[in-house]
Every structure is written in C-alpha cells, then in structure tokens.
C-alpha cells in the first residue's frame, strides 16, 4: 500500500509540487482514492496528500475497515479528517521528517502502522532542502 | 462577521446543500475567503464550509491576525484546519446542534467567540430534521 502512496508524491514531485502522497484503501485491498500534495499546482492549501486522497474516494456513508496510507506524519488537519470521519487505521511512512498528530489518533483508538521508510525520508527532505519556504508555507510555519 | 457566514449558509441551502456557512477574515475586518458545505453540490466530503472558506483565500504565508468565522461549532477536521495553520482566533454561531473540537482549539490557545446565534441553530436543526441521514454522512456517524 506504502508504494502507491510513494508513487502518488513522485507523481507530485514531477509536477513541481511537494512530493507527499496518500491513498485510501478498502478492507479488501481496492483503492478508494489516492492523490498527492497539490498547493503548487492547483494553489490550494487545503490540498494536502490525506486530504486530496479523501476527497478522490468521494462520499460514502462510512469508513470501517479503511485505511489511510501516507508518505509522512498527518497534520493536524489530516489527522482532524482522519478522525472526524472514523477512519480505522493509518499507515504512516516516515515520522522523522515531520511529527504531525498520530500521537493523537492512536490516543483516540486509531490503529497507527509506522514504517519509517527511507524513500519516503529522502524524497521529502531533498524537497524541503531544495524549498525551504514553500515547505514552512504548507505546513503553516512561519 | 457572523452575517457572511450565515448568507454563505443560506446560499448553500439554496443550492440543496447543508446549510453551514464560513468566512476567512484579516485583522483589518477584509474578507479573504468565504464559503459553504459542498458535500451535496460537488460530491465532496471535504468540503466542510471552514475548509472551504479557507480553500477559497488561496495560498498565504502566514495566518496572523486571522479570524475564521462560522455559523456551527467545527468539527474535527476543520479543527485542525485551524490549528495547523495558526488561526489565532474562531467566532462561532452555534454549537448546541453539534459540538466539533472548539474546546480543543482553546486549550492549544487559540481565542473562542462563542454567540449562541438562534439563526444558525434553525437553519441547520431544520435541514438534520429533513435530511438526517445527509447530516450523519457530513460528520462521519453511522
């Protein structure tokens, strides 16, 4: 599952954006959605890679037995959604780049699967290394 | 402030939608971004009116001064919406129909107006009543 998340931030990447990517998979292994940061290409902030995902699977009633998939540590905003909408379990990348809330979740029941994956480390880190500002703008740091 | 929200609101019952309304304002009372729930209109269960509202201000460096205004008490997801980008403070219209995660803002030191507004408890009480298996899908009950 680590690998279409993977492949959704080099997609990402490619484009010019910020590579971290997500999907959100069924109990049975189909993929719901997936996506990838898009704040350089469409302009939005809201279009973090969890969120974008999310939104790509469309509506649904509910979300048992769905996991979320993501290259790196949700935000707070991703981690609201993730707990706003019951999403049972998260598979988490890496952590090291970034410490989002997944404390949190797993506080509040949810399942939290880390990987500490280093395709995932490096492909954010040069990033971030490369765009320093346009990383602090996505994640709401001065 | 409030009164933006609650067009938004009204605009977004207009179009079949759930009527809960949001504006992004700047310190000097300039609206940089407003908007509804488009979960009915565009097939997004992202997009809760703060996130929205937010989406709609397109990118910006930093927060301050900001103030997110709401005809509901946020939920989860739009909490964190605010917490991660710095929103330093939320004025909200109501939070008797639906209690989100404002006590969670406060405690991380983000400023809670809270107004009790008897306009913004109708209009939503009224559309749950109607369409209460819509209103469950927003917030993520089964």
Same mark, same amino acid.
């Given at each position: 599952?680590?690998?279409?998340?993977?492949?959704?931030? @080099?997609?990402?990447?490619?484009?010019?954006?910020?590579? $971290?990517?997500?999907?959100?998979?069924?109990?049975?292994?189909?993929?719901? /959605?997936? /996506?990838?940061? #898009?704040? *350089?290409?469409?302009?939005?902030?809201?279009?973090?890679?969890?969120?974008?995902?999310?939104?790509?699977?469309?509506?649904? #009633?509910?979300?048992?037995?769905?996991?979320?998939?993501?290259?790196?540590?949700?935000?707070?905003?991703?981690?609201?959604? =993730? #707990?706003?909408?019951? =999403?049972? #379990?998260?598979?988490?990348?890496?952590? @090291?780049?970034?410490? /989002? /809330?997944?404390?949190?979740?797993?506080?509040?029941? =949810?399942?939290? *699967?880390?990987?500490?994956?280093?395709?995932?480390?490096?492909?954010?880190?040069?990033? $971030?290394?490369? @765009?320093?500002?346009?990383?602090?703008?996505? $994640?709401?740091?001065?």
């Amino acid at each position: 599952m680590l690998a279409t998340a993977v492949a959704e931030a @080099r997609a990402g990447l490619a484009e010019g954006g910020i590579p $971290i990517g997500a999907a959100l998979y069924d109990f049975d292994g189909t993929v719901l /959605g997936r /996506g990838h940061n #898009r704040r *350089v290409q469409d302009g939005d902030p809201s279009a973090h890679a969890e969120t974008t995902a999310f939104r790509a699977a469309g509506r649904r #009633r509910d979300y048992r037995g769905t996991t979320m998939v993501t290259t790196l540590s949700p935000c707070w905003f991703c981690c609201g959604l =993730i #707990r706003q909408f019951g =999403i049972p #379990r998260v598979l988490i990348g890496e952590t @090291r780049t970034f410490h /989002g /809330g997944h404390d949190w979740l797993a506080q509040s029941g =949810i399942r939290i *699967v880390l990987l500490d994956d280093a395709e995932c480390r490096t492909l954010l880190r040069e990033f $971030i290394a490369a @765009r320093p500002a346009l990383w602090n703008e996505d $994640i709401g740091h001065e």
